[in-house]
């Protein structure tokens, strides 16, 4: 199969995978047909590895080194709009962050591995479930991932819409935050709406506890380091002529380094809890980490910056873009082994299609970058377990 073949091989395969998204924990089918292709290939396949993930074994030569290349496989729980003639058609679920682009150029870099035959050790093709609610990097490992198969390093990547199309970037340490979200339950006293001095208005505390949170970040966190709070949610069970006696507040906050979620976390709850106190209502804080934060290490930054220039060529590869504040499920898996998540991109303002969010109803995975992926998966491979003599 010659390179445009295997374009046209990729493009068809996510095109299929694009029309049937799975959520967290339901990519049966998606499991499948990754399984039948690395099969239709010779590659040996483990399923149901954190329950509906599955791996991919190609040895070459006698080395002892496991490399792992991770794609995402799930989508997310939104309704696609747009007039593709392969849009989802599955009814609340859509490929609205690419994973079928990541999955297919995994694909495409098993199909070149095998073919070239030019390394010497193992690589395992890690097909993960459940990324975009954070569990499924998790799953996988309780289930043995890593020793069972004995992956010392783990390379992955993310299309990135607003980037070069086909240029790649990434950064040693921390290139994506973590993410903690946040429940705040707080019990008034409701009452008439035109006899609002009966009430403990929940709302009229829920709205000073949003604007006091704000200060947090600007006055208790050094400038230095990065951090985000954001409520995202706001519930209540009052009506329009009723003042509530519950509200909920929820939203998400992102930082970097485990002091800085420490002190969010105290900080929230004290603001949340005094504000209550003050207007005599109750408050139930609740704090949880979902996603770690991806840290890179150097050593495979290096590694990964080489395959990249090799590739796409030294001027479309950037060694230390800034940092971002999206999470990322990879992030778990590098606080037990080494590895690099790089981002690739989807393209810029000067191309329509490539432009449009990540998350964003009209979203659609750029095909053109699916070889170029490929690629540079199959190059870390080649770079980092080369051939002897």
């Known amino acids: 199969m010659n390179q445009e073949q295997l374009r046209q091989q990729l493009i068809t395969w996510r095109h299929y995978l694009h029309a049937h998204p799975e959520s967290a924990f339901e990519e049966i089918k998606t499991a499948d047909f990754i399984a039948s292709r690395l099969e239709e290939m010779g590659i040996e396949v483990h399923r149901q590895i954190g329950q509906t993930g599955l791996v991919g074994v190609l040895k070459c030569g006698d080395g002892k080194e496991v490399i792992g290349i991770r794609a995402d496989i799930d989508c997310i729980q939104l309704s696609e709009q747009g007039e593709l003639d392969y849009r989802s058609t599955i009814p609340e679920r859509m490929h609205g962050c690419g994973h079928d682009g990541h999955t297919c150029i995994a694909l495409g870099a098993a199909h070149l591995l095998k073919e070239r035959q030019n390394f010497n050790g193992t690589v395992c093709f890690v097909f993960q479930p459940a990324e975009e609610p954070g569990y499924g990097a998790t799953a996988m490992m309780k289930d043995g991932l890593l020793e069972r198969f004995g992956i010392m390093e783990i390379y992955g990547l993310h299309n990135m819409p607003g980037m070069k199309l086909g240029t790649i970037a990434t950064r040693t340490d921390g290139i994506m935050a973590s993410e903690d979200n946040f429940v705040i339950k707080i019990k008034g006293q409701g009452s008439h709406a035109a006899r609002p001095h009966m009430a403990k208005d929940p709302l009229i505390i829920a709205a000073e506890i949003i604007l006091a949170l704000q200060t947090i970040v600007s006055r208790n966190v050094d400038p230095n380091l990065p951090a985000v709070i954001s409520c995202t949610e ?34 929230m709850r004290t603001v949340c809890e005094a504000i209550c106190t003050m207007h005599g209502a109750e408050c139930d804080f609740s704090y949880t980490h979902e996603f770690a934060p991806t840290v890179n290490h150097a050593s495979c930054v290096e590694v990964a910056i080489k395959a990249a220039q090799s590739v796409v060529g030294v001027e479309n590869v950037d060694g230390n873009v800034a940092q971002m504040m999206i999470s990322e499920d990879f992030g778990a898996f590098l606080q037990h082994i080494p590895g690099c998540f790089v981002f690739l991109g989807n393209g810029d303002e000067t191309d329509e299609k490539g432009n449009i969010p990540l998350h964003n109803a009209c979203y659609d995975f750029n095909d053109e970058i699916l070889l170029t992926g490929a690629a540079f998966f199959a190059e870390i491979i080649a770079t980092r377990l080369p051939q002897q003599g």
């Open 234 to 267: 706001l519930h209540t069970d009052g009506i329009r002529n009723a003042i509530p006696t519950h509200v909920e507040i929820k939203g998400d906050t992102r930082s970097y380094t485990p002091n800085v979620q420490t002190l969010l976390e105290e900080r």
